[in-house]
């Protein structure tokens, strides 16, 4: 075979040719792993359903898109409601469950870009036990606030901003709740 004259066009021609090549083998890894991505998403959420609940076996009975992609889960078990809010490394989506009364039940971090070691901690900083736990607590009767805002909810160490961006998803959670409820 004869080598290529070393010209701008060849150049040009061959870094198109491997451009178009890899592209084409990204969009079938893309269309081959749409499917398992889509369904290990689905099964992690239905996770999530039961963990924020605490229940084992949970039937939701409606799934309703509200407020600009928020999603309410009404269940036989009680309500979950998906939102998220901005944190310091980007968006902070979370799934809260409450009960009947408004009460949270439970949290889970469905996806977050927070700092590993900091903002991170949000899935377990908050949790019944830990020093920021809100599991217990009704919204309605008082906003969930860190306490550098005049509020009552410890902050993650060194992760206010995760910390205001979380308390504040919950509280849209309990707002939605509140106004899913009443419909």
Partial sequence: MKKL??????????????SVMAG?????????TAGPI??????????????????DDVTVSRVDTIDGGSVAYVTDKGMAIQTASTGFGGQLQILVGFDGQGSIKGYSVLEHAETPGLGAKAGTWFQEG???NIIG?????????????????????????????????????YELYKNNVEQ
Wanted: glycine share 6%.
């Fill in 24 to 32: 084409g083998v990204l969009a079938w890894v893309n269309q081959v």
């Fill in 137 to 173: 607590r009704n919204p309605g009767q008082a906003p969930l606030t860190v306490s550098k805002d005049g509020g009552d909810v410890d902050a993650i160490t060194a992760s206010t901003i995760t910390s205001r961006a979380f308390l504040k998803a919950v509280n849209q959670a």
């Fill in 5 to 18: 004259e070393s010209s701008f066009k060849n150049m040009a021609i061959v870094l198109t040719l491997i």
């Fill in 130 to 132: 830990s020093r920021g």
């Fill in 38 to 55: 889509a369904q290990i998403k689905e099964e992690n959420l239905a996770k999530a359903i039961k963990a924020v609940l605490r229940a």
